[in-house]
């Protein structure tokens, strides 16, 4: 028998590392509480992620914002998703599992209602949406908080399986937005009580193909769809899950528990806004800096409000997180897992919008020899039906990643995607370049989606590698912080993607964008070969 003291959802003993509590006892929990956790995070994926698809159907619905602004709103919740890890990452052990998985599972109500509510109003200004796309951060950082919850109730032998089915199904909320958005919109989900539809200005699409111009669309099912989801999986969340009180030991009650999480959620969001009102062009910021300068210092800020806003035990755990900085392996492994996940949020932001700003017009030149962006390609294939392949592959592929790592090792995995993506890269891009040049974009989509098909697979087998490496190189008490910051840091891709590739489609060069993604995955091969593979490395990872 067990001595389990199990008081509600607390439980006081917890020794995974026992091979006779854990076939009695603790199996059972662990799974339970990863098979609850999985959907949870794979709706916070998916409420993150949504306004790759949103944009694509605002710009076909003609909502009076320019490609650049539509753009920014990706950027937007790609920011915030990434600010919010930083706290999200030290959540379990300050609120306990089980309270931290649920409230913020329930945060996610508010900006997939609010959507909702925006999307019916066109004629708002910017600045609405804008808000609506930094709440969805709150969806972005609940990765990091779900996998530092997750490697808690697992032995380390079976830390690679419980972080992958995590992660990896987690991960397949991004496919599952960008199938069900699309589907969702095509039909009055909620009567009279869910608002009036709109018609199409230009064709859009779905998974099973083309939808025509003049076509009803009801865009706020967007936001609206998910409640019928995050409900029953809150209530889920709660009744079903556990706090582990040998990990969260002075969690005190529910109440101060949830008062610790969005205290440090809302601290999170000081920095992420006080950034973009630098970073963003007038009329909504001041547009003062770069996003290379306004990156890093979302970090600092983000990082510094944490340790002087901490107190009474949250000191303590604050400190502890910090130690991590003074490991030259934690910076090492920040860039390769920038590769892996960077790129893989990243793409999955920017795909949509891009397809359909490549290669939904003829680019043609003026009576001056000019070329034009402007007239609309009849031939255009749709991004709501393309889209959702690449993360799709990426998903799948990241368990398999973490199993041939375990064979292989990671840091060996890591140099061979690492190479298929510079390569992959560089090929995107000059396909792009053709294709914004040219009067018939279509004749060079199947090039192009067939790369990014080979860059999601690449970057879904370098997320398990990379996670594997971590798990390698760090002690227990490390490698949750490091997984935690890793993630968050990565994250920024969801930033990055957008804004580089939407800058430089502006501009004219698209190429531009890849060929400088394929220069930093090169530099990421040398860094991996240098502390993991070379012959006199200090940890030999093969």
């Not at 956790?37 to 949103?54: H, K, Q």
């Not at 076909?60 to 602004?69: D, M, R, Y």
């Not at 193909?209 to 967007?222: D, S």
């Not at 996670?467 to 994250?491: C, E, H, K, N, Y």
């Amino acid at each position: 028998m067990s001595n389990t003291k199990v008081s509600g959802a607390d439980i006081a003993d917890w020794r995974p590392e026992d091979a006779r509590f854990w076939e009695t006892t603790g199996k059972k929990i662990a799974y339970r509480n990863l098979w609850i956790s999985v959907p949870a995070l794979l709706c916070g994926f998916a409420v993150w992620g949504m306004w790759g698809i949103i944009t694509v159907q605002m710009l076909n619905l003609g909502f009076p914002f320019t490609q650049a602004e539509l753009f920014t709103l990706t950027a937007i919740a790609g920011i915030s998703g990434a600010t919010m890890r930083i706290p999200a990452s030290f959540l379990i052990r300050l609120a306990g599992g089980r309270n931290t998985i649920f409230l913020t599972t329930a945060m996610l109500l508010a900006p997939a209602m609010g959507t909702g509510v925006v999307l019916q109003h066109p004629e708002w200004p910017l600045w609405t949406f804008q808000l609506m796309a930094l709440w969805s951060g709150v969806g972005g950082g609940n990765f990091a908080s779900s996998m530092s919850n997750i490697s808690t109730f697992f032995p380390k032998r079976l830390q690679g399986t419980g972080l992958g089915l995590n992660a990896g199904l987690g991960n397949f909320g991004v496919t599952t937005m960008q199938i069900v958005i699309p589907l969702v919109m095509t039909v009055s989900l909620f009567g009279d009580f869910g608002g009036v539809s709109t018609q199409l200005i230009k064709d859009s699409g779905w998974i099973f193909g083309k939808i025509a111009a003049g076509t009803p669309t009801w865009i706020q099912n967007a936001g609206f769809a998910w409640v019928v989801s995050l409900v029953p999986l809150s209530i889920l969340c709660w009744f079903g899950m556990n706090n582990l009180k040998t990990v969260s030991p002075a969690t005190g009650s529910t109440l101060v528990a949830f008062a610790k999480i969005t205290y440090l959620y809302t601290l999170a969001f000081v920095p992420a806004i006080f950034m973009l009102y630098l970073y963003l062009p007038k009329p909504t910021g001041l547009g003062l800096l770069s996003m290379w300068v306004a990156i890093p210092l979302d970090v600092i800020l983000a990082l510094g409000m944490m340790k002087l806003a901490a107190f009474g035990e949250m000191k303590e755990g604050v400190k502890k997180q910090f130690a991590i900085f003074s490991n030259k392996h934690t910076w090492s492994l920040t860039a390769l897992y920038i590769v892996t996940f960077g790129s893989f949020i990243g793409f999955s932001m920017a795909l949509p919008l891009a397809i359909t700003v490549i290669f939904g017009y003829q680019h043609v030149p003026d009576a001056a020899g000019v070329l034009q962006h402007t007239l609309k390609n009849p031939n255009a294939p749709s991004a709501l039906t393309y889209a959702w392949m690449g993360p799709f592959i990426g998903a799948a592929v990241r368990p398999l990643g973490g199993w041939i790592s375990d064979k292989l090792g990671g840091s060996i995995v890591t140099q061979v995607i690492s190479v298929v993506m510079a390569v992959a890269s560089v090929w995107v891009g000059y396909v792009m370049m053709q294709a914004y040049g040219s009067a018939t974009p279509e004749q060079y989509f199947p090039m192009f989606l067939g790369l990014f098909m080979l860059l999601f697979f690449a970057s879904g087998i370098g997320n398990g590698s990379t996670f594997r490496t971590i798990g390698v190189i760090f002690d227990r008490t490390q490698a949750g912080p490091v997984l935690g910051w890793t993630s968050a840091i990565a994250a920024y891709g969801a930033f990055i993607a957008p804004v580089v590739i939407g800058q430089q489609i502006k501009a004219g060069t698209p190429q531009n964008a890849m060929y400088g993604f394929a220069i930093f995955y090169a530099v990421c091969l040398v860094l991996n070969w240098w502390f993991y593979l070379r012959s006199g490395s200090e940890i030999k990872n093969p």
